[in-house]
């Protein structure tokens, strides 16, 4: 390139010294080099654009066997444990056993000396109460029945009442009889009145309203006779007026009389008289009968309604003024009535029911008398027990005083110690887990929590692998599949036994067969991608060009079948001569050309 500068260059300094022969040489040079530079250019292309472009490794599609596997963590649990504890507050002098130290049933596992004895401070307060007690119990109140007593004089009084009601009612049952036919009529007539008073509040209501239909017809005829005669009335008058302003030029509608004059005379001058003068004035005259026999009717009919509404609105005060009495008498009676409105029959039944109840409350104190008697028994017995249960606690408290020596706790079983929650110098506290000792020969458990679906291909007694068991000691085999009992959990818990050189709480982490098959197509599981569309690979195909082979990525979908902790087994539009993308040294998408890595 320094050269064809160095051409031109001379080209521009020396125009005018240099002949045509020379000009054609340096323009020959100047497409030499030109062409070079193309041609190296060329060549090296294909370099220059891999070194941009994504390297990528693949693998070809296989066939086979495969078997699915499914991972899982859980803590080692063991099936039986047992904790050592002491009833008492003790304090620990020295401790000979620490987590993960086998134990032989017998051993010692640690001492406890007395100390401060709280549980003797415990002890001899027990006894303390308890003797409060025995004395609180002696001195117990004798059964009072005042209450008792009471409720039954009251049933007494208020039977003495019921005889006497019903005794008077008998003795006066003529009296009585009469004022309850009286009682009787008294309602009658009051139901009539209300019945006469919601019939002319519907007749005044239809007059006012000129509606008939849901008035009472006894009341109705003549005033709905005078409404339809004059109706009649108005009907014809209506007719006439029409006829009559056809003849003389109107529209025939009907009008009030007091927007026509009723002296019009003829047609106006622009209209074509079509009939006589004699028989418009005929007209005329009709109309003008006919609209006083309307005004007639119309008369007649309001001053019916005007005479009939004051008729019944009188009729309805009276009416409303016998409801009021009546009503009167009818609360009179029911309220001062001999035997509180009551019959024979009815205080007769009251009687009967006193009678019962106080009989009912003498029962009932008797079962009671019958009853404290037997608790005083029972208290007695109570007495006797706490009495026995003071001498116990005098003998527990003596017994606590004298226990002065250094006291071994050794075990009750051989295991593994998995906790010890004790020092030396600590006090114990009653029923506190000191030691917890898990019994090796009842074997350990691991629980795994995994999805629903993922249990479909799994079965009860299959042998999981222990991933992080580097001494290859450790067996654990699946004994049970059970719902996960997490509310709203949709999970499965795999429940495996475990077996070897493990302890308690240790963690595993389990792979575990799901079933083997033989798939046509099987590629790497790093090679399997996911995006919004589902699961894909990415295939690298070739095309030939003038400077050699290109290479693309082509998404193809699939669906995955299986999988083990390094292939998958997928199904999809692919072959086993296909090479899948398995690695890129940068991001790869579908169409992208890439390069494919030196192998």
Known sequence: MSELNDVIKELNNDKDKYNPNKKRDIIKNVLIIFLIVLLVLTFFSNTIMNKSLAEVSTERVSSGKLTERLRGSGVVESNQSYSVTLEGNKVVDTVKVKSGKEVEKGDVLFTVGTGESEELTAAEDELALLELDYQKALLAPPADYTTENQAIKNARDDLSIAIQKRDSAVANQGNVQAAKDNYNYNKSQLNYYTKLQSKLTAVISAIDTDEYIAAPAEYTGELIEYKNAFTNAQEAYQSAYSYYM??????????????????????????????????????????????????????????????????????????????????????????????????????????????????????????????????????????????????????????????????????????????????????????????????????????????????????????????????????????????????????????????????????????????????????????????KDGKFVLVVNSKSSPLGNRYYAQKVPVEVQASDEMSSAISGNLSNSDYILTASSKPVSAGDQVRMKEK
Request: aromatic share 4%.
């Open 246 to 531: 056809s003849l003389i030029g109107g529209n025939g509608d009907f009008q009030d009389m007091g927007d026509v004059p009723l002296d019009s005379e003829s047609p106006t001058e622009n209209s074509t008289p079509v009939v006589s003068e004699e028989e418009i004035a005929n007209a005329k005259a009709d109309m003008e009968s006919k609209k006083a026999e309307m005004d007639t009717a119309e008369e007649n009919y309001n001053t019916l309604k005007y005479n009939c509404r004051n008729d019944y609105a009188s009729q309805l005060a009276d009416a409303e003024s016998n409801i009021d009495w009546y009503t009167s008498l009818i609360d009179e009676y029911e309220s001062n009535s001999m035997g509180d409105g009551m019959t024979i029959e009815q205080l007769n039944e009251d009687v009967t029911a006193k009678q019962r109840i106080l009989e009912d409350l003498i029962a009932e104190l008797n079962k009671t008398k019958k009853d404290n008697d037997n608790q005083s028994k029972i208290d007695n017995l109570d007495i006797e027990a706490k009495k026995k249960d003071i001498d116990k606690a005098k003998k527990k408290v003596a017994k606590l005083k004298e226990e002065n020596e250094t006291t071994e706790i050794k075990s009750e079983h051989s295991g593994v110690v998995s906790a010890v929650n004790i020092k030396a110098g600590d006090t114990t506290i009653p029923d506190m887990e000191l030691i917890t000792i898990d019994i090796a020969d009842e074997g350990y458990t691991v629980k795994i929590t995994v999805d629903a679906q993922q249990t479909q291909k799994i079965k009860k007694g299959v042998s999981a692998e222990v991933v992080n068991s580097w001494s290859g000691d450790v067996e654990a085999i699946l004994t049970d599949i059970k719902n996960d009992t997490t509310a709203g959990s949709k999970n499965r818990v795999l429940v495996f036994s475990v077996k070897g050189d493990v302890d308690s709480g240790t963690y595993l982490d389990l792979s575990i067969p799901c079933g083997s098959g033989n798939y046509d197509t099987i590629v790497p599981k790093s090679a399997v991608y996911e995006d």
